[in-house]
């Protein structure tokens, strides 16, 4: 607004007090508006929803760049057996009938990620495109839980920053480097959470619920727990359908397990697992053996959760865990009493991973709850804290504990991007994407196990060079080396007491070859040397089909070829 002065001057160029009246109104209706705008929760909700997004998605364009691989995998089984999966379930590969079928058969592995996998085009002829597929699972899982943590706190810069402790956990970046299941399996776990905790809930959502909740137990076995916590949560709640909603969960899964039995004829279970540990209840003094196997579980669910946290644990991670889990209980506690699904999910899942016989795989097992634990601890401050102090009244302290946990990661994201910027041979940089790079060693023996590893897929790949696909090998690395292969591996049997039987070998075809590794392994619960089983082989019934050596002339791999009886 333009003022005229009693001179018929305009007060655009005046110095006069009308040009400081004007300049002092103007002031006051800028700021008005922006008060106005301070006090909207429309406009506080929308800023803070943009900026969450920004930052995810600045974290996505990291998460890529990490993950960014097209060279190796199957190092791990799991991935090996997801791909080949992935191939048989694929309608833009051909692949080998007979072996897909034997994996189809033998795996144990729930079938949703590697359709994911094979609806996308990715399998074991295009690793990359099998990696951007787990990392944008990963991203809107990250989405996801930003949204539940958001309703859970009503606080955006705590929502989006216990996404970020998460995301860049040594746990949460070195898993995302391999082809697993787990994050596609967070995603329909958290939208289920997610779902769940608004009021109220509609029949709609309820649908939602039960199939999220049946997609994720369609991803990972471990899923099941999902589904007894979603059972116990409908009907303590008495829900409307909650017959119906339980059914459609369970049905997914149900589906695939008569699949799976009756149409592939699948041999692939959990049972031997169930069955060595009730021959272990069997043949130890429960008095003995059960105390030794729940405190070898626990140092492993302990050790898991460290892990996540830090790749090398400090003093200040393993008080920082501490105090999280100590922060956490409170919460949990509370929520059980009020039957929240997320806190029975998160009792039974803890309470199977308790149980699962091989502590050695809890920091994979545990990486799902880890999540949960976080927002559980904040809560759990927040209520300690409420009252204490604020920043514009934000939690003092609870702002104080997030910071701590996230200082417990920067030492495992300095060595994560120290090593990444080592300088590496052309020939191996694609093996800065993996898991492989990061393990606290030496750069000289990285270096040499990662050239040991690609002369050893080099090797599997020209084992189909002399196995007919109709034949079979034998191999302690059977992931890996039929990955590579393209043809069907057995371990052979463990390395027990009597003299090994080549005429009773692999039912129900006997197998021909042996493909030995330089490495050793495990077959059950026995650990086997390099180049097992050579040294019960007996020599007068082998020959060597070839062999593979480095450039040390060490070998790396040798092929035997099982001769026919004299």
Same mark, same amino acid.
């Given at each position: 607004m333009v003022r005229v002065l009693p001179d018929g001057k305009d007060n655009r160029h005046s110095k006069g007090p009308w040009a400081f009246a004007a300049v002092e109104q103007k002031m006051a209706y800028q700021k008005a508006l922006r008060t106005e705008a301070a006090s909207n929760p429309n406009v506080r909700r929308t800023g803070g929803m943009i900026i969450s997004v920004i930052i995810i998605f600045a974290l996505a364009a990291f998460l890529y760049a990490l993950s960014w691989n097209s060279v190796s995998a199957g190092f791990l089984s799991d991935d090996a057996v997801y791909l080949l999966m992935a191939d048989g379930f694929s309608p833009f590969r051909a692949a080998e009938p007979e072996l897909i079928h034997y994996v189809m058969r033998q795996s144990l592995f729930p079938p949703f990620y590697p359709l994911l996998l094979a609806a996308f085009g990715a399998g074991s002829a295009s690793l990359l495109l099998a990696h951007l597929i787990t990392t944008t699972a990963l991203v809107l899982a990250l989405l996801v839980y930003s949204s539940w943590t958001y309703s859970e706190t009503k606080d955006r810069l705590a929502a989006v920053w216990l996404v970020m402790i998460f995301a860049l956990s040594p746990g949460t970046l070195l898993q995302d480097l391999e082809i697993l299941s787990e994050f596609p399996?967070?995603?329909? @776990?958290?939208?289920?959470l997610w779902l769940a905790a608004r009021n109220p809930i509609t029949a709609r959502g309820y649908g939602l619920i039960a199939l999220s909740v049946g997609l994720?137990?369609?991803?990972?076995?471990?899923?099941? @727990?999902?589904?007894?916590?979603?059972g116990m949560w409908l009907f303590r709640h008495r829900t409307a359908g909650r017959v119906k909603w339980l059914a459609l969960a369970v049905a997914p899964s149900l589906i695939w397990i008569l699949y799976k039995t009756f149409v592939i004829g699948s041999q692939g279970g959990y049972g031997q697992l169930w069955l060595w540990l009730w021959e272990q209840l069997k043949n130890n003094k429960l008095t003995e053996f059960v105390p030794f196997f729940f405190e070898n579980q626990s140092e492993g669910l302990w050790r898991g959760l460290l892990l996540n946290l830090n790749i090398d644990p400090s003093p200040l991670a393993k008080t920082v865990l501490g105090i999280t889990l100590l922060a956490a209980l409170p919460t949990w506690i509370r929520r059980l009493r009020s039957w929240r699904l997320d806190a029975w999910y998160l009792l039974v899942?803890?309470?199977?991973?308790?149980?699962?016989?091989?502590p050695s795989f809890s920091t994979r097992l545990v990486l799902p709850l880890v999540p949960i634990v976080l927002l559980y601890s904040y809560l759990g401050v927040l209520s300690i804290a409420s009252g204490w102090g604020a920043i514009r009244w934000k939690p003092l302290l609870a702002y104080g504990f997030l910071a701590a946990l996230s200082l417990t990661l920067l030492p495992s994201l300095g060595f994560i991007a120290h090593r990444f910027n080592e300088p590496i041979d052309p020939e191996l940089a694609a093996w800065k994407h993996t898991r492989y790079w990061f393990r606290l060693e030496s750069m000289e023996k990285i270096t040499a196990d990662l050239t040991f590893r690609q002369n050893l897929i080099h090797a599997a790949r020209e084992v189909r060079q002399w196995v007919p696909e109709s034949d079979c090998v034998f191999g302690v690395h059977t992931g890996i080396a039929m990955l590579y292969s393209r043809r069907i591996f057995l371990q052979p049997p463990p390395p027990t007491d009597g003299?090994?039987?080549? @005429?009773?070998?692999?039912?129900?075809?006997?197998?021909?070859?042996?493909?030995?590794? @330089?490495?050793?392994g495990q077959i059950g619960n026995y650990q086997v040397d390099a180049f097992y089983p050579n040294d019960r082989l007996p020599a007068d019934r082998v020959e060597i089909?070839?062999?593979?050596?480095?450039?040390?002339?060490?070998?790396?791999a040798i092929l035997l070829r099982l001769k026919p009886p004299a």
């Open positions: 399996y967070l995603l329909f @776990s958290f939208l289920a994720a137990a369609l991803t990972r076995t471990a899923g099941f @727990s999902l589904i007894l916590a979603l899942g803890g309470a199977m991973i308790l149980l699962y016989p091989f003299a090994y039987n080549l @005429s009773a070998q692999a039912p129900p075809q006997a197998c021909h070859y042996f493909f030995l590794m @330089s490495t050793a089909v070839h062999a593979w050596e480095d450039a040390h002339n060490a070998p790396t």
